[in-house]
């Protein structure tokens, strides 16, 4: 079970660091994405790493203001943001697709593409921009 941690209020112009865990199990040979969504709007993918390949895919509405990356054991991905803004406020979600016998690219261009048939989603975590 996936999990996103690490959201809270934070002031204009701070930081936040996202962490997105399943329990401690390998994130190997899958492609984690992340998501915000906002009430009353849909979700909006992230960033994605694909682990088997460690590349980065990102939709970036952000503006170059986040960042992913993973640990070295492969079991949690972060999702850093700088220069929060008050439109940054949402439920920050984290997800889950196995690139074993699929190509990683286009897995992660599905999960952004389609995100409702993805099968492993993290609870969310509140981030509040706010002064």
């Known amino acids: 079970q996936l999990q996103a941690y690490g959201g809270g209020l934070v002031q204009p112009g701070g930081s936040l660091k996202l962490a997105c865990a399943g329990s401690?199990?390998?994130?190997?040979?899958?492609?984690i994405a992340w998501f915000r969504q906002t009430p009353g709007k849909d979700l909006e993918g992230i960033s994605a790493?694909?682990?088997?390949?460690?590349?980065?895919w990102s939709r970036d509405p952000l503006k170059g203001r986040s960042t992913v990356s993973i640990d070295a054991a492969k079991t949690t991905v972060y999702l850093r943001m700088i220069n929060l803004r008050p439109e940054d406020t949402a439920v920050y979600y984290c997800?889950?697709?196995?690139?074993?016998?699929?190509?990683?690219?286009?897995?992660?261009?599905?999960?952004?593409?389609?995100?409702?048939?993805?099968?492993?989603w993290g609870k969310g975590t509140q981030v509040t921009v706010s002064s």
């Open positions: 997800a889950a697709e196995t690139t074993i016998g699929r190509d990683p690219a286009i897995t992660a261009a599905i999960m952004f593409r389609v995100p409702n048939a993805i099968g492993s």
């Open positions: 401690g199990r390998t994130l190997d040979s899958y492609a």
């Open positions: 790493i694909t682990t088997s390949d460690m590349m980065v």
